[in-house]
C-alpha cells in the first residue's frame, strides 16, 4: 500500500463532532477506490472514526498518533 492519498484533510483544532463531519462531506464526494488522508488533534476523533469505519464500511486503513495528532487513512469502497 502506497501512502499516496487523493485528498488531504488537516482539521486541527476543529472539536467533535466537525473532524468526522467534515470527512464524511468529503468522502460524499470522492469516487469508489480513493483515499483521505485526515490529520486532528481533537482525542475524540479515535473512537469516532473507529466506530463510522465499522458502521460505514469505510477502510480505516491507517490510523497513528503523532504528538497530539491524530491522523486517518480512509478509503472508499
Not at 1 to 29: W, Y
Not at 41 to 63: C, H, M, W
Amino acid at each position: 500500500m502506497s501512502d499516496q492519498v487523493d485528498i488531504e484533510l488537516d482539521l486541527s483544532g476543529l472539536h467533535c463532532p466537525m473532524p468526522l463531519l467534515k470527512t464524511r462531506q468529503a468522502l460524499n464526494k470522492m469516487q469508489s477506490g480513493m483515499t483521505i488522508r485526515v490529520i486532528s488533534t481533537d482525542p475524540g476523533s479515535e473512537r469516532d472514526f473507529q466506530v463510522f469505519s465499522r458502521q460505514s464500511g469505510i477502510a480505516l486503513e491507517k490510523f497513528e498518533k503523532s504528538d497530539n495528532h491524530f491522523i486517518y487513512r480512509l478509503r472508499k469502497p
